[in-house]
C-alpha cells in the first residue's frame, strides 16, 4: 500500500524559490513503469499537472511551467522534489505529488497536499 507525503515550507515570498519534497513509502520510486508527478490546484481553479519523473530518473514538464521548474529524485531516500523558481502570487496552491502508472493519466495514488501561500 503506497503512501505520499508532501512536505514544504508553507509560505514562500515572491521571486524566491519553492522547494517540495515527497516521500515515498510502501512502495520504490524506481519500480518500473511508474511515473511520480506534481500537480497543483490554486484557489477556484482546476487541477494543473506540474511535471514528473519517472522509474528511470527522466524528467517531463508542462510547457507552461517548464522554465521554471525542476523535479528530482533522491532514491536513497525514495524521496522526489520538485523546485518552482521566480515564484509569484499566482503560483499559490495547494501542491500535490501523485503516482501515474506508465505516464498515462492514471494517477491511483495521491499525497494529501500541502497548501503553499506566496506573499511578502
Known amino acids: 500500500q503506497v503512501q505520499l507525503q508532501e512536505s514544504g515550507p508553507g509560505l514562500v515570498k515572491p521571486s524566491q524559490t519553492l522547494s517540495l519534497t515527497c516521500t515515498v513509502s510502501?512502495?520504490?520510486?524506481?519500480?518500473?513503469?511508474?511515473?511520480w508527478s506534481w500537480i497543483r490546484q490554486s484557489p477556484g481553479k482546476e487541477l494543473e499537472w506540474i511535471g514528473y519523473i519517472n522509474y528511470s530518473g527522466s524528467a517531463g514538464y508542462s510547457p507552461s511551467l517548464k522554465s521554471r521548474t525542476s523535479i528530482s529524485r533522491d532514491t536513497s531516500k525514495n524521496q522526489f522534489t520538485l523546485q518552482l523558481t521566480s515564484v509569484t502570487p499566482e503560483d499559490t496552491a495547494v501542491y500535490y505529488c501523485?503516482?501515474?502508472?506508465?505516464?498515462?493519466?492514471?494517477?491511483?495514488?495521491w499525497g494529501q497536499g500541502t497548501l503553499i501561500t506566496v506573499s511578502s
Open positions: 510502501g512502495g520504490s520510486i524506481t519500480t518500473n513503469y511508474y511515473y
Open positions: 501523485a503516482r501515474d502508472l506508465h505516464g498515462g493519466n492514471a494517477l491511483d495514488a
